[in-house]
């Protein structure tokens, strides 16, 4: 994609959002039009394990180009950059940009390329926040005054962001994560899909949220079957690393019977627990309480890593351990950064695959 296209079309969904998302479609193909195949997502890439990272502070760009740098000297060959548009609040139709936490299209696709010049692969995986929630609402519960208006807004969304993948030779782009209420919507889904290939030509994925992954009814059209991974291992913290491995036992034979079912490799695109003492509790919840227990967080990951290295790429293709913070985490509770805790060492060294 030449820049003077980027910028273009970039440019042309941008204004789209802003003005409210209203998009007539005059050629629509038919849903029962094929999507090209999907080839098996394993041939030149190397395996997925990585961070991830999200570009929500653009007017300190300069931070994720050192964190980038840091991630290549600690062995890192794969990020995952997560960036965010915005609604209201669960009912709102509109959505939209806001340039003070999203990187602007050139300059998360110069980000990109930079990775992409340190030799490092990478992921982008745009995402639906919203601006006022209350009690359980959350991108999973959205119900919009218009689902035809919130998927034209985030079908301009989504396009933007592809041309983005594409200008910045992202290997994996991702349509979509755990926006759970939509995904009964097969055809626009496919729609989106469909869209997405035409502009970016890598491997496409949709993030499934981890006890939702079986509502999802495109995998079929997709690269991968992909999830966020924050599954409970136990009712009550302390329990020793080997027990945390048989909890991984049965989760595993599920989420992998499922992802063989449907001919695709399982990719973990978030995994992490922050550190408290509830972390393998709820390790979703990243507004835990309790005592800050690092040890905790280390067993955790321990089992991880027990539990899923060594399994054929063609089950399981990787995972993004959730986060990394540029510039440092702003403190140590309830962080799910690794930074600076106990389980870094351990994790760099599976990161590089040692």
Request: charge should be positive.
């Amino acid at each position: 994609m030449k820049p003077g296209k980027l910028a273009f079309w970039a440019g042309l969904s941008i204004a789209i959002i802003l003005l409210g998302g209203i998009l007539i479609t005059r050629h629509r193909q038919p849903l029962t039009a094929a999507v090209a195949a999907v080839p098996l997502p394993l041939k030149g890439l190397p395996p997925i394990r990585g961070f991830a990272i999200q570009v929500n502070d653009p007017d300190h760009i300069q931070k994720y180009y050192r964190s980038v740098k840091h991630l290549q000297n600690l062995g890192c060959h794969w990020i995952n950059f997560v960036v965010d548009a915005r609604q209201n609040n669960v009912h709102s139709s509109r959505v939209y940009l806001n340039w003070k936490l999203t990187a602007k299209p050139a300059a998360m696709t110069r980000l990109l390329l930079y990775a992409h010049k340190l030799g490092m692969h990478t992921m982008l995986m745009p995402i639906i926040l919203l601006d006022h929630a209350t009690g359980d609402q959350w991108r999973g519960t959205i119900k919009p005054k218009s689902w035809h208006q919130w998927f034209v807004g985030y079908r301009a969304y989504i396009r933007t962001y592809a041309h983005v993948a594409a200008a910045g030779k992202c290997s994996i782009f991702s349509v979509g994560s755990e926006l759970l209420s939509t995904e009964k919507f097969r055809g626009r889904w496919l729609r989106i899909v469909r869209m997405t290939r035409k502009i970016f030509h890598g491997k496409l994925i949709y993030s499934a949220n981890w006890d939702h992954y079986k509502q999802v009814l495109i995998w079929h059209e997709l690269d991968y079957v992909a999830m966020n991974a924050y599954w409970r291992l136990a009712y009550h913290p302390g329990h020793s690393v080997s027990t945390l491995v048989q909890r991984w036992r049965p989760i595993q034979k599920r989420v992998l019977a499922f992802a063989a079912k449907m001919h695709r490799p399982l990719l973990l695109t978030e995994i992490g627990w922050y550190n408290l003492q509830e972390a393998i509790v709820e390790p979703w919840n990243y507004t835990g309480s309790g005592p800050v227990d690092p040890t905790e967080q280390l067993r955790a990951y321990e089992s991880f890593v027990t539990a899923w290295d060594g399994l054929p790429r063609k089950l399981f293709a990787g995972a993004f351990l959730w986060e990394w913070m540029p510039g440092g985490k702003p403190g140590d509770y309830g962080s799910y950064s690794l930074q600076g805790e106990p389980a870094l060492p351990l994790m760099t060294r599976w990161i590089g695959g040692k």
